[in-house]
């Protein structure tokens, strides 16, 4: 059995347990909740009593909405289609373990269980309590980039920011490699291999030994005499060797 699982989910909430922002709100959410009293805590406990009876609901309401919203980043529920969907579902089940937390809380606390509010009436509060903590939470944990995000900002660093980040090709330039954007070029030291193991990630296809396109940035494609000529959006053209003619005829769709 693999229980590589958990600690590997802590390592990656310990940053967001770091975030200041995140133990400010915290704090005034426990404030609000010691000062107003809701689920029956203003009637039947003191000052005193409600610090920690609220320090603790929020720290486990906090908890479960930063698991549950972690693991749905883990397996990438929200990049997908429905993920504000996704988002809402969450917010559910947070809600749900929140309604059942308090409810024993206040049956452990009070013991009267026929003068507490039913379970639904916890659910009617924790609900939308639950869409704001969570939004809030799921706003503030950092996006963990893919892995061709990753690949595209290692050869990208190397650029001025001016040119931006859309790259259009890299080509060969004695010891240098010439890396064009939408907004111009740009002359980097280093190997041409290295350069196009960065730009993997990227969809694009190696034309010739000496230079790489990303297909985002085709223009048109010209056929002379079995030959292909690429012409990019910023009007550079590129021809295609012959051992990379099939491969270049099959991701261009000519």
Known sequence: ???????????????????????????????????????????????????????????????????????????????????????????????????????????WVFGNIEALPNIFSYLGLTIPISLVVSSVIYMLIPKVPSNSEKNQAVFLKRLPVHLGKELYSISVSDHYVEATTSKGTHMVLMRFSDALNEVAAINGIQLHRSHWIALNSVANVDKRDGKL????????????????????KKALNV
């Open 1 to 107: 059995m693999n229980n590589n699982g958990l600690p590997l989910t802590l390592r990656k909430l310990q940053p967001i347990l770091d975030h200041s922002r995140l133990i400010v709100s915290y704090f005034l959410v426990v404030a609000v909740c010691i000062i107003v009293g809701p689920f029956s805590t203003y009637e039947n406990l003191s000052l005193l009593e409600r610090i920690p009876y609220w320090a603790g609901i929020i720290l486990f309401c906090y908890a479960i909405a930063l698991i549950v919203l972690t693991l749905s980043k883990k397996f990438n529920l929200d990049k997908t289609p429905a993920s504000f969907l996704s988002h809402l579902l969450h917010s559910l089940v947070i809600a749900s373990f929140i309604a059942v937390f308090v409810y024993g809380v206040n049956f």
């Open 229 to 248: 000529i690429v012409k990019l959006k910023n009007g550079q053209k590129y021809p295609v060797s012959r051992s990379r003619l099939q491969a270049a």
